[in-house]
């Protein structure tokens, strides 16, 4: 699986992005696709996360409320469209493949496959 990320950039606090993740390669009904970010210094940390198949979707108490994922079915990728944009949302932004189990969606662990970067940054 290979996992193109694009959507980044600066936006004033209150403002949104969508970030997109281009996926190829072969994917399973098991397959589920998450965004994870990492501030300077900090731990990579889950976001959201979408099960390929079904569609199930699961967030972090960050997120919830103002960001959502999604299926892009006609460019098949994954889409982050986030709202109500924050200082603290400021990252690098990373998408991932995996197949975790429905319980265990935001363990970065469980992701084996990662796109490369896209930088957000959220001024106050």
Same mark, same amino acid.
């Given at each position: 699986?290979?996992?193109?990320?694009?959507?980044?950039?600066?936006?004033?606090?209150?403002?949104?992005?969508?970030?997109?993740?281009?996926?190829?390669?072969?994917?399973?009904?098991?397959?589920?696709?998450?965004?994870?970010?990492?501030?300077?210094?900090?731990?990579?940390?889950?976001?959201?996360?979408?099960?390929?198949?079904?569609?199930?979707?699961?967030?972090?108490?960050?997120?919830?409320?103002?960001?959502?994922?999604?299926? *892009?079915?006609?460019? *098949?990728?994954?889409?982050?469209?986030?709202?109500?944009?924050?200082?603290?949302?400021?990252?690098?932004?990373?998408?991932?493949?995996?197949?975790?189990?429905?319980?265990?969606?935001?363990?970065?662990?469980?992701?084996?496959?990662?796109?490369?970067?896209?930088?957000?940054?959220?001024?106050?």
């Amino acid at each position: 699986v290979q996992l193109q990320a694009s959507g980044g950039g600066l936006v004033q606090a209150g403002g949104s992005l969508k970030l997109s993740c281009a996926i190829s390669g072969r994917t399973t009904g098991s397959t589920a696709v998450a965004w994870f970010r990492q501030a300077p210094g900090g731990d990579r940390e889950f976001v959201a996360a979408i099960r390929w198949a079904s569609r199930t979707t699961s967030y972090s108490d960050s997120a919830k409320g103002r960001f959502t994922i999604s299926r *892009n079915y006609a460019e *098949n990728a994954v889409e982050l469209q986030m709202t109500s944009l924050r200082p603290e949302d400021t990252a690098v932004y990373y998408c991932a493949a995996g197949s975790p189990i429905l319980s265990a969606l935001g363990d970065v662990r469980l992701y084996h496959y990662w796109g490369q970067g896209t930088q957000v940054t959220v001024s106050s």
